[in-house]
C-alpha cells in the first residue's frame, strides 16, 4: 500500500537554526516530490528525484535549502539557517511507478520560524 | 512543453447548486491529468485521474471530470455541492510518469 509519512507534523524554531524535515515512502515510488505552500505563493514544487536522484531543483530558493534522498524510500530537506520567510506548509509527495499512476502526499509539515 | 491552467481562481456556489472548476492541458504527448482536493490545513487528496480507459471519470464525493482532446480541457463537476465541498482543487498532469505539473488551485466556495 503506497503512502507518505512526514516529520515532524509541526516544528517551530528560532531563526537562524538548522531545520531538518523528513519524508518517508511506505513502498512502489520510484519519484519523490518536496513542495512548499504558502498563502502568498501556493504550491511551489521545490524539487524532484526519479530513482533517488535529484532531476531537478530550480525550484529551490537559496542556497540555505538543501535536500537529499539517500535510499529508495527516505528524503530530507534541511534549511540552514532557517528565516521567518520560510515558514511554510512542506509537503512531500511520491509518485509510483506506471504511467497512470497518482501522486501520493504526506499530511505536510507546518515550518514556522519565528 | 507541459502546462496547466485553471481559469478560475475562485468559485462560488450555493448548496444544492452544480460545480465547475475549470482546467486546460498543454502536451506533447498523452497526458495523465488528475484532480486533487486540499481541504483546510490538510494533504492533498487524490479525487480522480484519467487513465484513457474513459474519458469521464467519476471520482470520490459525487466529482467526476471529463476529457476532452479536441478542447485540451479536464473540467471537474458535481451536480449538486455540499458544505463539506468547500476546499481548494488542483488539476494537476503528469509528464512522462516521473514529474507533476500543478495548476495554480481554485478555491470552491459553498454558501448556504
Known amino acids: 500500500d503506497a503512502g507518505v509519512i512526514q516529520s515532524p507534523r509541526h516544528e517551530v524554531t528560532e531563526m537562524g537554526q538548522e531545520v531538518t524535515l523528513r519524508c518517508k515512502l511506505i513502498s512502489g515510488h520510484n519519484s519523490l516530490f518536496w513542495y512548499r505552500q504558502t498563502m502568498m505563493r501556493g504550491l511551489e514544487l521545490l524539487i524532484y528525484?526519479?530513482?533517488?536522484?535529484?532531476?531537478?531543483d530550480s525550484g529551490m530558493p537559496e542556497d540555505r535549502f538543501s535536500a537529499k534522498m539517500p535510499n529508495a524510500s527516505f528524503s530530507t530537506l534541511k534549511i540552514q539557517p532557517s528565516e521567518p520567510r520560510d515558514s511554510a506548509v512542506y509537503f512531500c509527495a511520491g509518485l509510483a511507478t506506471g504511467v497512470w499512476s497518482e501522486a501520493f502526499f504526506g499530511q505536510g509539515t507546518r515550518l514556522t520560524v519565528v | 512543453a507541459q502546462s496547466v491552467t485553471q481559469l478560475d481562481s475562485h468559485v462560488s456556489v450555493s448548496e444544492g447548486t452544480p460545480v465547475l472548476l475549470r482546467c486546460n492541458y498543454s502536451?506533447?504527448?498523452?497526458?495523465?491529468l488528475f484532480w486533487y482536493v486540499q481541504h483546510p490545513n490538510k494533504g492533498l487528496q487524490l479525487l480522480l485521474k484519467y487513465t484513457s480507459a474513459a474519458t469521464l471519470v467519476k471520482g470520490i464525493n459525487g466529482f467526476e471530470a471529463e476529457f476532452k482532446k479536441s478542447e485540451t480541457s479536464f473540467h471537474l463537476t458535481k451536480p449538486s455541492a455540499h458544505m463539506s465541498d468547500a476546499a481548494e482543487y488542483f488539476c494537476v498532469v503528469s509528464v512522462s510518469s516521473d514529474k507533476l505539473i500543478f495548476g495554480t488551485g481554485t478555491r470552491l466556495q459553498v454558501f448556504p
Open positions: 528525484f526519479n530513482n533517488n536522484v535529484p532531476i531537478d
Open positions: 502536451s506533447s504527448y498523452s497526458p495523465s
